[in-house]
């Protein structure tokens, strides 16, 4: 009786999972006994085929090694079985081994390279290949856009389409990755030459492509040629609607985005993350929150990005409530434990200011990635736990750069420069590439102590890097320059900067009125004005304290009235306190006592001790007891009100009253704090 091969052929094909081992292993045994694997190749690749898709890879090998003949199905599907199988060095050596290749083996390796990330190894065997094909082509194309290398990929299409035989260049799944690719770049000259290719070779166009197009024009801001693009799909899908509205957002136009999502009947989650994400970009968060109540009124399903878009609302306005309200739903749909959402829970508790929140989530999580690890170390060190934020960083697996420069932020922020730049070290003999933020962290971690050398080193990496030019790294080396005292050499830095923005001008101004350099920092800010750049609170504080420096009471009167009046920018206590203390240096005591009495807020015992030094300057025994009483009240165990107060009788010769205080503090147990200094050696 004769064997029914397409009988167990059909039946071989039939086993494709793990569960089918034991049965694909019972049929390999029955064709051998009947000694069809050793007559007929095409079961022995049927059987060979089961075995990889049962997971049997070192079945597959032994069958294969006794295969008396093999054609390029057989070698190809062991090629493909280690690939699949994540043995990709056995598959290499497999396909090098194959004594004739086809189309199809240069494909699996090439794939498979692309896919495990290995760029090199697979443009080598696409180099090698004799005979390039649409899917080898398409495949390279892919992968460099998918693994960030979306240059490249274009390079490849511009490649690709000098052969005018070669049909690839109009396959649409092939323009929809380039099309992709420029949208990554923002590259919108060359996504319209692409464009323009489509519509001279009449390329068939389906919503893929279409979606495609409609996301590069709304990413590079050409809102007109994506709409465009949306009426000529007779029916847009969720994707191209999505990037319209985006593309609205992007550019400020919440009305256009509004009017688009207005006109679709029932949207689906993509298109309500859309608008909510718009309106949260666009600093209108209450609207954004109001639409994510309306989405659930509607009936439709959150995801994870409507939560965490919510969820960025909430932190942006800071109200605790509607984010603790946000975290009791996720947690009745069960998805508080979902990376995505915890990291958007922990952010949000500790931009509402509420670190034990975010704390008390951490603890209750079970799974946590890179990311919401990176969240909880800025957390730890935002609210000065840096010891549990240095053990999330040591027990870390894998550090991004992320990791690295928040370690060294936390460290520098919480008065630890030097195990700041422990970590530096750490990171440069490892080899961690480096960016502006690595380089101006630990810049910012030698200004601290005033570490000229040190500073120099990493300004030294900085222009290794290249990244010297950048604006951040300019800003915390004029920073670090004036806090080591060298105003000359950060002016020099400035003057060769590109002054994008407020923070490089302040930099410099708040380093020339630190130093003593009043005139100096106020010439600076008239030039800065006359640039047309509009200072802050913090210009104002500079300004202030430069004058405070120089003794310019009229100078400082007159800013301190033109920043309410002409730049609408309220005082703060920094700026209060800078006005008081020039009061006080200059005399005018009354008038720094009048203004602690007008400003809206409590003076605490550093204002009120500008005051008192101002009385032991200027023999102003009466105030200067009183005031002196005040801080006493405010800081029991200050030292300083005691020594100032001694030295107003001082001066004003009452020898008998400076001994009752010096007594009073013996009686007390307060002791004059020492004076010291420090210097990098």
Same mark, same amino acid.
């Given at each position: ?5 397409g009988?167990?052929a059909q ?8 569960n ?5 292993r019972?049929l390999?045994l029955?064709? @051998? ?10 079961i ?11 997971g049997?890879?070192?079945?597959a090998?032994k ?12 070698w190809?599907?062991?090629?493909e ?10 598959s ?5 081994s194959?004594p004739?290749?086809?189309?199809f ?12 990330g290995d760029?090199?190894?697979a443009?080598?065997?696409f180099?090698?290949?004799?005979r390039r ?9 892919h ?5 960030g290398?979306?240059k ?13 035989l ?14 992709? !690719? ?10 319209k030459?692409?464009h323009?290719?489509i519509?001279i070779?009449d ?11 409609v996301?590069l ?6 809102l007109?040629c994506?709409r465009h693009?949306?009426?000529l799909m ?11 509205i985006? =593309?609205?957002?992007n ?12 006109k679709i ?18 600093? #209108? ?14 009936g ?8 965490a ?7 942006s306005?800071?109200?605790l ?7 009791a739903?996720?947690f009745?749909?069960?998805v ?8 958007a ?10 670190p ?9 999580l079970?799974?946590?990635d890179?990311?919401? @690890? ?15 934020a240095?053990?999330?960083f ?7 750069l ?5 370690m ?8 630890m420069?030097?195990?700041a730049?422990?970590i ?8 961690i590439r ?5 380089i101006?962290?630990v ?20 222009v ?35 002054k994008?923005?407020v923070?490089?001008?302040?930099s410099?101004?708040? =380093?020339y009125?630190?130093?003593?350099? =009043?005139i100096? !920092? @106020? ?9 047309g ?19 310019? #009471?009229?100078e400082?009167?007159?800013w301190f009235?033109?920043? $309410? !009046? ?5 005082p703060?206590?920094e700026?209060?306190?800078?006005m008081v203390?020039?009061?006080a240096?200059?005399?005018?005591l009354?008038?720094?006592v009048?203004?602690i ?14 005051? @008192?030094?101002?009385?032991a300057?200027?023999g ?11 801080i ?8 300083g009100?005691?020594? $100032? ?15 009752e205080?010096?007594? !009073? ?10 004076g ?5 050696t």
């Open positions: 009786m004769g064997v029914d091969l009988y167990y039946l071989l094909h039939s086993c494709s999972n793990y089918s081992i034991l049965h694909v019972q390999h029955f064709l @051998l006994k009947k000694g069809v694997l050793s007559s007929i190749l095409t022995g690749n049927r059987l060979l085929q089961s075995y990889i898709r049962c049997g890879l070192s079945d090998c069958l294969f090694d006794d295969f008396p003949e093999r054609n390029c199905f057989s190809n599907t062991l090629i079985g280690y690939m699949m199988s994540g043995d990709r060095k056995r290499l050596e497999t396909f090098h194959m004739h290749k086809n189309d083996s240069w494909n699996v390796v090439i794939a498979g390279s692309l896919k495990a760029l090199e190894s443009r080598l065997l180099n090698q290949m004799p094909n649409g899917i080898a082509w398409n495949s390279m194309i992968g460099y856009a998918r693994h290398y979306p490249e990929a274009l390079r490849i299409f511009r490649d690709l389409n000098l052969n005018p070669e049909v690839s260049g109009r396959d649409t799944f092939v323009l929809t990755t380039v099309i992709g !690719a420029c949208a990554n770049l923002t590259a919108l000259d060359c996504g030459q692409i323009a290719r519509i070779d390329v068939q166009f389906d919503s893929v492509l279409g979606s495609s197009l996301n024009y709304g990413k590079c801001g050409d007109n994506a693009v949306l009426k007779k029916e847009p899908d969720d994707f191209s609607l999505s990037a319209l985006t =593309g609205y957002a550019v400020g136009r919440m009305n256009d985005a509004r009017m688009t999502f207005d009947s029932n949207p689906s989650v993509v298109l309500w993350n859309s608008i909510i994400a718009g309106y949260v970009s666009n600093n #209108a968060e209450m609207e954004a929150l109001i639409l994510y109540c309306m989405m659930r009124e509607n439709c399903q959150e995801d994870f990005s409507t939560f878009s919510a969820l960025s609302a909430c932190m306005i800071g109200i409530e509607h984010g603790q309200q946000l975290h739903h996720t009745k749909l069960g508080s434990e979902d990376v995505i959402v915890s990291c829970l922990i952010d949000m508790y500790s931009k509402c200011r509420s034990s929140g975010a704390c008390k989530l951490f603890y209750e079970e799974f946590y890179t990311i919401l @690890l990176n969240s909880m170390i800025n957390v730890y060190c935002n609210c000065g736990m840096v010891q549990e240095k053990q999330i040591d027990s870390m697996p894998h550090r991004t992320i990791t690295w420069n928040s060294i932020v936390g460290l520098s922020q919480n008065g420069p030097h195990l730049l422990d530096f070290r750490e990171m440069n003999k490892l080899e480096m960016d502006r933020f690595s101006a962290s810049i910012s971690a030698c200004a601290s102590i005033s570490a000229l050398e040190l500073g120099e080193q990493a300004f030294a990496r900085a290794i890097i290249g990244v010297i030019d950048d604006p951040v790294t300019c800003t915390s080396l004029i920073d670090f320059y004036c806090k080591c005292g060298c105003v000359g050499l950060s002016r020099k830095i400035f003057d060769r900067t590109e994008f923005d923070v490089l001008w302040n410099m101004l708040m =380093g009125a630190t130093n003593g350099h =009043g100096e !920092a @106020l010439n600076l800010f008239h030039g800065m004005t006359h640039a750049v509009c200072p802050n609170d913090i210009t104002f504080t500079a300004v202030l304290s430069a004058c405070d420096h120089c003794g310019l #009471a009229k400082a009167q007159k009235y033109l920043m $309410q !009046a002409q730049y609408r920018i309220n703060g206590i700026h209060y306190s800078c203390d020039l009061f240096r200059s005399g005018c009354e008038e720094a009048l203004l009495e007008q400003m809206p807020f409590q003076a605490d015992a550093s204002m009120w001790t500008s005051v @008192l030094r101002g009385c300057a200027h102003h025994r009466t105030l200067g007891k009183k005031v002196a009483e005040l006493i009240d405010l800081d029991p165990e200050n030292s009100a005691y020594v $100032q107060l001694s030295g107003v009788f001082a001066v004003a010769d009452d020898w008998e009253g400076s001994a205080v010096r007594s !009073a503090m013996r009686k007390k147990n307060i002791e004059k704090n020492p010291i200094s420090w210097g990098d």
